[in-house]
């Protein structure tokens, strides 16, 4: 017989192929990829479009962010939960590839649905808006775009391995999603929220990843003292912290799920 | 000497269960007491249990998919616990059922997918899975929706999804069940073909006449231990002999079932109700023992029905089990 060596980035890869034809074979995504977030962009441009642009531009962000990180992670940890509930979860452990790999690929699928998602709003407010938006640095904009959602992403990958953890993960993810949005700045500013909510969004990659697209799309922005540099620096470090971590708790969590035997539980 | 395909020293697994939100009631069950095996590299094993015995854990903890409480194991050589990753190249799991499929999209998707986390040479892939899809029987299905599968289909992609990277020893989790006659019959077939071509095979049914058409040796496991290991054969002559007599009858005294069991030969008497009328079964050593002695030591019975015949696996199976204490 053969012997067969995987490689990461074929798991990677297979996983990111896999989640686009189940994507795709599914329709009722399209309502959180695209449909959602033309209707949180346009309440938000309805609810600011009399405070001039700047205020137009910071909501539809908020709006935009949402939809990314409702993609990101309900996609991503869903994709986990829906191999409990087909059964899928036990042959795919029982292959030689770490899952952490698989669940990285469908959280990139996710993660790029979402800013489709994200520039759906940014594209319908424009088209909407009577003024052009007054974007400060358009090519750091796109770029910072991109940037949030690997933030995003790298937090979605140690929150998916909850799903891995336990079948009640639904109830704990949709307990977080908004409390996150909040606590990140997605919709109101973090200085806006009380001082002890602080410390837990500086401890969130996208929170730091969000003021620094801030910073380069709303002219005259003064977000954290740090400034965008210093916002950059601060999401890739919890971030860098993020994707250490990720490792060690899907280590962790096979062990817990190997221990207590609930894989095959949905 | 060859080393052994599995080795498992005195495993135990426990499984704990909490209920309760504010107080736990934690319930400990022993799902596995202290068992040994050895398996042979080529053979085909079969273990065999009543519901809860503790079967499907045993293959799990012997492919990975569960760490035991205690004892150890050993696969091709690999211990199951410190070694998971390289072993699981190395081994195939068919877990079968309804589940345990990506169903929305081709059969050939599934395989493909799977193809890649067992690191399935990129070159090599297609033609693999074709062949896979082809030996099973799904070759014009291959690119439908495994939603639009039959049972049989099913169970047969999951065999392929089982063998796709050729392991050196296949777990097969009861692979006919619900299966009809026809689908069951092939995948029989199909097991015999892995056999001859040097996989090992580790298969736990519920099937009695599918484990004595299959398996080279049995064991019985029942409430966690292993109650017998042995050959069909050996089986037979450890449960008293390859003979059975059937009798049917009404109205039997115990002083003539006492009656039977002292005849030479009878190792051993069961008794079955079926309404008012009483079976009762003996296992016979003896070749000498003739039916009409048997019928003689029942003399007030002139509607007596007596017959003879080959001690089945799940006579066997029945005594080992039955025998066993709680």
């Not at chain 1, 994709?79 to 469908?106: I, K, M, N």
Request: hydrophobic content about 45%.
């Amino acid at each position: 017989m053969r012997k067969v060596e995987p490689s990461r980035l074929r798991a990677f890869l297979a996983s990111v192929r896999l989640s686009l034809l189940l994507f795709l074979a599914d329709p009722q995504w399209v309502i959180p990829a695209t449909i959602a977030p033309v209707i949180f962009g346009f309440a938000a441009f309805e609810l600011y479009q009399g405070s001039g642009a700047t205020l137009v531009l910071y909501a539809i962000l908020g709006a935009g962010m949402m939809s990314m990180w409702g993609q990101t992670l309900y996609g991503a940890g869903w994709a986990t939960g829906q191999d409990r509930e087909l059964g899928t979860l036990e042959p795919t452990l029982s292959t030689p590839t770490s899952y952490l790999w698989v669940v990285f690929g469908r959280i990139v699928v996710n993660a790029v649905t979402g800013l489709v998602g994200g520039l759906v709003v940014f594209a319908v407010v424009s088209f909407a808006y009577p003024h052009p938006l007054p974007l400060h640095a358009p090519v750091e904009f796109v770029l910072l775009f991109a940037f949030v959602l690997v933030t995003l992403a790298s937090v979605g990958l140690v929150l998916s391995a909850v799903y891995v953890y336990t079948r009640y993960a639904g109830f704990i993810n949709n307990f977080g999603e908004f409390g996150f949005y909040i606590i990140t700045g997605s919709m109101f500013p973090v200085v806006l929220l009380p001082f002890w909510t602080s410390p837990i969004a500086l401890l969130l990659p996208p929170t730091w990843a969000l003021d620094a697209l801030r910073y380069a799309s709303l002219p005259g922005y003064a977000g954290f003292g740090w400034g965008f540099t210093g916002d950059i620096l601060g999401a890739v470090g919890t971030m860098l912290v993020y994707l250490a971590a990720a490792g060690s708790v899907y280590h962790r969590v096979e062990q817990h799920v190997l221990t207590v035997g609930n894989l095959q539980e949905y | 000497m060859v080393d052994a395909a599995i080795s498992v020293r005195q495993l135990t697994r426990v499984y704990s269960s909490r209920k309760g939100f504010l107080f736990n009631e934690v319930t400990r069950t022993e799902a596995l007491r202290g068992v040994d095996l050895e398996i042979a590299p080529g053979e085909l094993f079969g273990l065999l249990g009543p519901n809860g015995a503790g079967k499907t854990t045993l293959a799990k903890i012997l492919s990975t998919l569960l760490l035991p409480s205690s004892g150890s194991a050993r696969v091709l050589g690999l211990d199951v616990v410190r070694d998971a990753p390289r072993l699981r190249s190395r081994i195939g799991l068919v877990l079968g059922g309804e589940r345990g499929l990506y169903y929305r999209v081709s059969g050939r998707e599934n395989l493909r997918y799977f193809a890649d986390l067992y690191g399935i040479p990129r070159a090599e892939r297609e033609s693999r899975i074709t062949e896979m899809l082809e030996r099973v029987g799904l070759g014009a299905a291959g690119d439908q929706r495994v939603e639009e599968y039959s049972r049989g289909m099913k169970q047969k992609l999951h065999l392929a999804r089982g063998l796709l990277h050729q392991p050196e020893l296949l777990f097969l989790d009861e692979p006919t069940i619900g299966l009809d006659p026809k689908s069951a019959r092939e995948t029989r077939k199909f097991v015999r073909a892995l056999l001859s071509e040097g996989v090992t095979i580790f298969l736990t049914t519920h099937y009695m006449f599918e484990a004595e058409e299959l398996c080279q040796r049995i064991a019985v496991l029942s409430k966690g231990k292993i109650v017998a290991t042995d050959s069909v054969a050996g089986l037979r002559q450890l449960v008293g002999g390859d003979r059975t007599f059937e009798i049917d009858g009404y109205g039997f005294e115990d002083a003539e079932l006492a009656r039977l069991k002292a005849l030479a030969g009878v190792s051993r008497v069961v008794t079955e109700e079926f309404g008012p009328r009483l079976r009762i079964t003996l296992r016979v050593q003896s070749p000498e023992l003739e039916l009409d002695r048997v019928a003689r030591a029942l003399p007030g019975h002139p509607e007596l029905e007596v017959r003879e015949r080959r001690t089945a696996l799940e006579d066997i199976y029945l005594d080992l089990v039955e025998e066993e204490p709680a």
